[in-house]
């Protein structure tokens, strides 16, 4: 597969996480994790082991946009995407943002791409 192909794969991925996740529907954000995913979120330290952990994590509460994004192909049903995106909120009438970075990794299984791995953290700084 060719360097564009998976770039083309992993802007199509992000995107469809960006849509389930700005829905604010949990179980949506979710549906986008494998069976034994892992979740480390940006705005809590507990490791989310597998989809019912992982379930729990998506409140609803924000939004996010992406920005610089990288695309690494690990083989024919693996590929790794690394950047930065920022989430934002209504707090108190006022809108919070929150810079963050990330590192997925999708992973297909009988032609369905999930998200195996998920580490987000906020911005240093």
């Keep these: 597969m060719s360097s ?5 794969e992993g802007l199509s991925l992000l995107d469809a996480w ?3 996740f ?3 529907e949990a179980e949506r ?3 986008m994790y494998a069976e034994d995913a892992l979740l480390h979120g940006t ?3 507990l490791l989310r082991v597998g989809i019912a952990q992982i379930r729990t994590y998506f409140r609803g509460t924000s939004t996010v946009e992406y920005g610089e994004r ?6 024919d049903d693996n590929l790794l995407s690394v950047g ?6 209504i707090e108190d009438g006022r809108e919070i943002v929150t ?5 997925f990794i999708f992973r297909r299984r009988e032609g369905a791409w999930k998200v195996l791995h998920h580490h987000s953290s906020a911005e240093p700084g």
């Design 4 to 8: 564009d192909t998976a770039i083309e």
């Design 18 to 20: 960006a849509e389930a």
């Design 22 to 24: 700005n829905t604010g």
């Design 29 to 31: 954000a979710a549906a």
């Design 43 to 45: 705005s809590q330290a």
């Design 70 to 75: 990288h695309f690494v192909r690990l083989s």
């Design 84 to 89: 930065h995106y920022h989430f934002s909120r």
């Design 99 to 103: 810079a963050a970075r990330f590192t």
